[in-house]
T-cell receptor
């Protein structure tokens, strides 16, 4: 079946602009995670959804970052007033549940470049 | 603070040689530990997890709670093992967010 998909695959924007990154999880997966990976670093946790609600947003770096998952499926990560330091690969992962361990399946990522 | 250390950024071995990718963690509670792998131009994928105690693609990893280590080992490396490897414990509790190491790039030379 289809895996986790993310769009766009690449996004180039100018400093100060607003961007939206989309994640389509595997159908039926209730848990959804966003991670950010900067060059030469491991992924860094941003936010976790269980269903429609953000159960843990402790990884969001500041209030320019926001994410939604209104129907418990697709999620959108929104970044306002982008800065050059926001340039990274943004990864989305989903799993069946987070109540007990289940494997997280990753999307291909969106490479964001802020000029 | 939760922390994962992968001391080697790059590990280069010859085909057929044994390989060990080190991982040490500092964690409260009882995390589950995982190794994820990313092959060139592919997405991150789970390689193995400590609770299943299985061997995947010839790799094994033993959780040593005394040393807080979860080193990944393979007795005979193959060229197709060349990839980026990440050690990642998850958050103990309902939120299974992963805490990642910096990763080790494994290069297996012919």
């Amino acid at each position: 079946g289809a895996g986790v998909s993310q769009t766009p695959s690449n996004k180039v924007t100018e400093k100060g602009k607003y961007v939206e990154l989309r994640c389509d999880p595997i159908s039926g997966h209730t848990a959804l995670y966003w991670y950010r990976q900067s060059l030469g670093q491991g992924p860094e946790f941003l936010i976790y959804f269980q269903g429609t609600g953000a159960a843990d947003d402790s990884g969001l770096p500041n209030d320019r970052f926001f994410a939604v998952r209104p129907e418990g499926s697709v999620s959108t990560l929104k970044i306002q007033r982008t800065e050059r330091g926001d340039s990274a690969v943004y990864l989305c992962a989903s799993s069946f549940t987070s109540g007990t361990y289940n494997e997280q399946f990753f999307g291909p990522g969106t490479r964001l470049t802020v000029l | 603070a939760q922390r994962v250390t992968q001391p080697e950024k790059l590990l280069s071995v010859f085909k057929g040689a044994p390989v060990e990718l080190k991982c040490n963690y500092s964690y409260s509670g009882s995390p589950e530990l995982f190794w994820y792998v990313q092959y060139s131009r592919q997405r991150l994928q789970l390689l193995l997890r400590h609770i299943s105690r299985e061997s995947i693609k010839g790799f094994t990893a033993d959780l040593n709670k005394g040393e807080t280590s979860f080193h990944l080992k393979k007795p005979f490396a193959q060229e197709e093992d060349s990839a980026m490897y990440y050690c990642a414990p998850n958050n103990a509790g309902n939120n299974r967010k992963l805490i990642w190491g910096l990763g080790t790039s494994l290069a297996v030379n012919p």
